[in-house]
């Protein structure tokens, strides 16, 4: 990919230069402050590579009357190009001349939402049909117009194409109208921080994968799940019926994992366990957090957590002896919060991996996180332990993005959201599956252990990024290929032996990265598994019976809430206000994490 630049957009130039290298293009950035350096181009840069620039460097290579049509013939000789900041009235001339007088710009009123046309399905992929939320503060947005004969809207505001798509003999022009690419390296505080760039990050990841294929970085495996946190294990909790759940489940394609409190360990009877099993792959359970206490992960102390997951572990083993129903070791964090320093306890108590509704912890400025890491599938730079994203049922956005993204589509939702069915969720489900017939609705651990980002650097060869300590790969085409796997580890040294298909291989360690190659025939599956040094097991020490006491206490609350309170809202409200004052839930947490009452040194 070229992307010629200038003094007009140097710094725009820079930033897409970043972020398409960040999503695997390889880039040359070249100054292009007079038509001959684009004349002039390297050989290798020539068809069918892509090409990149704003309007203000086409404007300078415009300038030249005596070079315009060179210029003209030289872009459309590329297989594709990316002009953006086209501005109404300003760049029409330009425009005219490059498109071939079928395109102009104009001005409108903006609207809350951007949304993806149908007929732009070829570039969207999954977006296709969904809506985005758009920066609160536009009021009005420059967008495309003319002739457009031929051509495809992408993305529009107020239904005028922002970003299109205009075939001129083989060449791809997209045209998009945003005026700056955002830094890809600037830090960011929280997921929803994203947000106010997509007007101008989604053209250039439609752009990016448009123009590179299978050469840029994309998801492998697509997965879905269901996440509903906090249930006892019974026919009928709260206003959740796991019955016409199942039926649900059934008829709509989609399939559901309870996040269970291990507290809970000895109150799943073997009938019950039974009816929840007949359910099959299904549905499953997995870890949510141990006592499900306030801010349970938050704390600092990772020693403190270390045990914690330790705890959460065997009581989830004692259930599955008890009740011979099998879980999942997928952690869930009460109330969302969780410190860097849990982590390590989490890996180092055989957790794979966990999902939140953010990635970013508590103390999150011990790791900064900047905006095109947002696009990850995981965060896994701490200890090697991935996170991934969940989002509740609200919008098929969020989901959309994450498949095209190549990110598993996690959704959460608790028992109240069950009030009136299934509905809502099953519209969800329902879009998911037909923006990708390829969806598949496994166990968290199986989308989990299978998700990658992956790209062709030849034929037959891929690299391959990988987040989880167990990963799979299975070779889907047609002819034997070779691959590199990496997976990002802040310390290399902390993976003692790797094995792959159970038998132990050489660890390649290479610039904070671990390194396996290997070779697949078509169909076959590679499973790689990570070893980590054990760590000697402490003693677990009770918290007491006060602190006991106060779990107990804290349960018996939060089910009664469940069970009989939900369905009184006048008595609701005013009962959620006591708790908040008593300071008993994640709303009494500060914001720098810590928590308002003394947290046990030991359990």
Wanted: proline share 5%; aromatic share 8%.
């Amino acid at each position: 990919m070229l992307i010629l630049s200038s003094d007009q957009s140097k710094r725009s130039d820079s930033n897409l230069a970043g972020l398409a290298s960040f999503l695997g293009a390889n880039v040359r950035l070249l100054d292009s402050s007079t038509p001959g350096t684009l004349l002039a181009a390297p050989e290798d840069l020539t068809p069918p590579a892509a090409i990149a620039l704003s309007a203000g460097t086409l404007a300078i290579l415009y300038h030249e009357k005596d070079s315009r049509e060179s210029v003209r013939k030289k872009l459309l000789s590329f297989r594709t190009i990316f002009l953006y900041g086209i501005a109404a009235e300003v760049h029409d001339e330009l425009l005219r001349w490059l498109s071939g007088g079928s395109l102009a710009g104009e001005a409108v009123d903006g609207a809350a939402h951007g949304e993806f046309p149908p007929a732009g399905k070829p570039f969207s992929h999954q977006l296709s049909g969904a809506q985005y939320p758009r920066k609160k503060s536009i009021t009005a947005c420059d967008v495309l117009a003319g002739g457009m004969d031929g051509a495809v809207s992408l993305i529009t505001v107020s239904a005028k194409p922002t970003f299109l798509s205009l075939q001129i003999g083989s060449c791809n022009l997209l045209v998009s109208t945003v005026a700056e690419i955002p830094d890809p390296n600037q830090p960011v505080g929280n997921e929803d921080d994203i947000e106010d760039h997509y007007d101008s990050l989604l053209p250039v990841l439609i752009f990016v994968r448009a123009a590179c294929g299978n050469s840029c970085w994309q998801g492998g495996w697509k997965g879905a799940r269901l996440i509903i946190d906090d249930p006892v294990l019974r026919r009928r909790y709260g206003m959740l019926d796991f019955a016409c759940l199942f039926e649900s489940m059934g008829q709509h394609r989609y399939s559901a994992t309870v996040a269970y409190i291990p507290w809970n360990q000895l109150r799943t009877s073997r009938a019950i366990a039974s009816f929840f099993s007949e359910a099959g792959g299904r549905f499953s359970i997995c870890v949510h957090g141990c006592d499900h206490a306030n801010n349970e992960y938050g704390s600092c102390d990772g020693d403190y957590l270390e045990q914690k997951s330790r705890l959460a572990i065997r009581r989830m083993q004692r259930h599955q002896d008890r009740t011979g129903l099998g879980f999942e070791p997928i952690m869930v964090f009460p109330q969302g919060r969780f410190s860097t320093a849990c982590l390590r306890g989490l890996r180092s108590s055989d957790f794979l991996a966990a999902i939140n509704s953010t990635r970013f912890p508590v103390d999150h400025d011990s790791a900064l996180v900047s905006l095109c890491e947002l696009l990850l599938p995981a965060f896994n730079r701490v200890y090697g332990f991935p996170v991934f994203l969940r989002h509740y049922v609200r919008s098929s956005f969020p989901f959309l993005l994450d498949l095209f993204l190549g990110r598993p589509a996690f959704m959460v939702e608790h028992h109240e959201f069950f009030e009136k069915g299934f509905p809502s969720l099953e519209a969800l489900a329902n879009r998911l599956n037909e923006g990708e017939p390829d969806l598949v609705w496994g166990s968290l651990a199986e989308t989990v252990e299978r998700t990658c980002w992956k790209r062709a650097v030849s034929p037959d060869r891929w690299e391959v990024r990988f987040f989880t300590d167990t990963f799979c790969i299975t070779n889907d085409s047609q002819q034997q290929l070779s691959y590199r796997l990496l997976k990002d580890e802040s310390d290399t040294e902390s993976v003692a032996s790797l094995a792959l298909n159970g038998c132990a291989v050489p660890i390649s360690r290479r610039d904070h990265c671990i390194v396996i190659e290997t070779s697949l025939l078509p169909g076959e599956t590679a499973r790689i598994q990570l070893h980590r040094p054990k760590m000697p097991s402490s003693t677990l020490v009770r918290g007491g019976i006060l602190y006991e006491g106060k779990v107990l206490v804290r349960r018996a609350l939060s089910e009664f809430r469940d069970e009989v309170l939900v369905k009184h809202p006048a008595i609701l409200a005013p009962a959620k206000r006591i708790v908040r004052l008593l300071k008993a839930t994640s709303d009494s947490v500060d914001s720098e994490g810590s928590i308002s009452q003394n947290a046990p040194s030991k359990l």
